[in-house]
Structures are given as C-alpha cells and as structure tokens.
C-alpha cells in the first residue's frame, strides 16, 4: 500500500480533458512538490510534469499539473490516443525520508 | 544528449546477489545523484534509493536497508546497485534515473530485468 493514492484507473475519448488525482498527507504532498511521469508501454517512465507544475521541453501543454493541500492532480486535454499510458505521482516523504510513488493510474483512450 | 544506459538482463537463483550498472553520459556525473527505482511484473514503482556522484553518499529506503548497496566510480561515470538475498519477490525491471536527492527523476535508464527463480 502506497501513502500516495492514485485511482488505478482512467479514461476518456479523444478531444475530451482528463484528470488524475494524486492523494497524499502533511509529510509529503503537504510540504513538497509533486512530480508526474508517464509510462508507455513497455518502455521506461518519463518525467512528464516536475514541481507540481512545470513542463520539461518537448511535453505539450496538453500536460498540465496542480497541487493543493495535500493533493495534486494532473490534467490532459485534447485526449489522443498516444496519450494511453499508466501515469504515476511522486514526491518526497519526510517521515519516511525517501521518495514515495502513487500506485499509478492506468489511462484508457476509448 | 543526457542518457543512462543500463547492463543487460540477469537470471539469479534464490539467494544470492546482482550488480546492476548504469553508465551516464551528456553532462557533468559529480552534479547529480542517482536513483534506483524497481517495478516488479504488472505492479507500479518503488523507490529503492538514492547516492551522490559527488562524494557517494547514500539514502536508503528502510525496506532495503542492509540489503542494498549503490556505489559510484566517477572515472567511468558509472553507478552499480548491489542487491544481495535475492528472492522471487525481488523479480523485476529495475531501474536507475538521474536526479538531485529532492528534485526529479530525468532522465531514466532503459531498465534491466531481474529474474529471481530456482
């Protein structure tokens, strides 16, 4: 059991706009900054948003990330198909003082 | 360019170690750290730790604690995570990623397969 909670699973038809929830507590979303990768298929994950909202070069602002509290979020508009992929969170967790995943949300394009 | 480039695939017996490599190359190795990030078949990621190119420092994950050992050689820009006891539940692809001990996981290794069976 992850202390950072994704919903396992998403999904939308191309065009629409998707979020994906990120859950966590007062000693990691809470005081640190969250990071998104995605994981296509069989291949290894990529940083997709840093610093709970900041796009690296090269991901399209289809892309965008928040935070609030102790819960962040990512959101795709203009689904595509390319986008299905398992997303997961990550952040810092202070009492555990390491790196902490969420379960990671596996998006469906319909 | 920036890229992390992993050694191949293992078959190990219950009980006993892997090395695992991770050269880096396109940009300064001292400036960076290195993660260790394991996703077994079909599940998500775990984070396994974390050392300094700088001056090998290192920041376990409690769970592999006393298991684990991440070391650097920085005349070959090439970081090896040690982990010995295998068992079937160690089965994986893992991972190395360069990041800055609070910062992001960028870029990532391509990964190796670890397979623990007797």
């Known amino acids: 059991q992850s202390v950072v909670t994704q919903p396992p699973s998403a999904s939308g038809t191309p065009g629409q706009r998707v979020t994906i929830s990120c859950s966590g507590s007062?000693?990691?979303?809470?005081?640190?900054?969250v990071n998104w990768y995605q994981q296509l298929p069989g291949t290894a994950p990529k940083l997709l948003i840093y610093s709970n909202t900041q796009r690296p070069s090269g991901v399209p602002d289809r892309f965008s990330g928040s935070k609030s509290g102790t819960s962040a979020s990512l959101a795709i508009s203009g689904l595509q198909s390319e986008d299905e992929a398992h997303y997961y969170c990550?952040?810092?967790?202070?009492?555990?003082?390491?790196?902490?995943f969420g379960g990671g949300t596996k998006l469906t394009v319909l | 360019q920036v890229q992390l480039v992993q050694s191949g695939a293992e078959v190990k017996k219950p009980g006993a170690s892997v090395k695992v490599s991770c050269k880096a190359s396109g940009y300064s190795f001292t400036s960076y750290g290195i993660s260790w990030v394991r996703q077994a078949p079909g599940q998500g990621l775990e984070w396994m730790g974390w050392?300094?190119?700088?001056?090998?420092?290192?920041n376990y994950a409690q769970k592999f604690q006393g298991r684990v050992t991440m070391t650097t050689d920085t005349s070959t820009s090439t970081t090896f995570m040690e982990l010995r006891s295998l068992r079937s539940d160690d089965t994986a692809v893992y991972y190395c990623?360069?990041?800055?001990?609070?910062?992001?996981?960028?870029?990532w290794g391509q990964g190796t397969l670890v397979t623990v069976s007797s």
């Open positions: 050392i300094s190119a700088y001056n090998g420092n290192t």
């Open positions: 990623a360069r990041n800055k001990k609070y910062d992001w996981f960028d870029p």
């Open positions: 990550a952040t810092w967790d202070d009492s555990l003082n390491g790196w902490v």
């Open positions: 007062s000693s990691n979303i809470g005081s640190n900054t």
